[in-house]
């Protein structure tokens, strides 16, 4: 059977590759990064699981779900042409892809299904530092963190349970990394105009690290997440890696004014 090696939660700033290159070794988010990295190559993972949430490259209002499976051979982005970074041929592994989505719904999640990605920087961006060259292939898992109605934060950490054991029960012997992408409370672009919610964040860091994850689910309603910017919802991403990572306490949680970077070892 498989095993999940590692989990880890790490942003997805769009300028952060190109900040790097003007200021190579300046920036708290590559030494963050870096840190994360390291922790990846030392579980040797075979392939990657990523949570992340769809920036309207391939949903928009009209067609959202809650929870897809990216199904797709591979994918090439980022898309987003004002996103200062290369653009990358992404792998995905379909035989995985499909037997996670056949193993949700058997567990009653009505997952979606996508079999052609756009791929735009939010699921990117982390790969281009955890994922030299796309060597490993990914297989996506998007939660809906932009578009009222969220899905139920209980319902995400519920998902990553099933994830976890999908992971147990899956045929093959791969080593599995599972990464969140997203920030926890911000807001970009919107009419706050980069405000964080930093008491907010400060909640989410010291419920992460003392490993209280379904107090974190319960707190973090819609209600509570919209109130902190409108990039907020993708602390949903987090979440659900936190329901796959059990009883596990992170490694380390470094909070970085609204994000997070972090490392859960097995």
Known sequence: MAKLVLAAGVPHPPRLVFEMQQAPGKTKGEALMKQVREQVEKAEPDLIIEVDSDHFVNFFYNNLPSFCVGMAEEAQ?????????????????????KALFKYGVNEKFDLAAAH???????????????NPDMRLPVVPIYTNG??????????????????????????GKERIALIASGCFAMDVGGPL???????????????????????????????????????SGELLNWITVAGAVGKTKPLFLEPDEGNGYAVWKF
């Open 146 to 171: 932009f578009a009222s109605p969220l899905p139920l934060a209980t319902r995400c950490l519920a998902l990553g349970r099933m994830v976890r054991r999908f992971i147990g029960a899956w045929e």
């Open 116 to 130: 052609e990605l756009r791929l735009d920087h939010s699921l990117v961006v982390p790969l281009h530092f955890l």
């Open 193 to 231: 105009r980069g405000w964080i919610d930093h008491e907010w964040a400060e909640t989410i860091s010291r419920l992460m690290s003392r490993g209280q994850y379904p107090t974190l689910a319960r707190r973090a309603t819609e209600e509570r997440i919209n109130a902190a910017g409108n990039n």
């Open 77 to 97: 982005g980022p898309q987003e042409t004002w996103c200062p970074m290369p653009r990358y041929t992404v792998r995905g592994h379909v035989p995985l892809a």
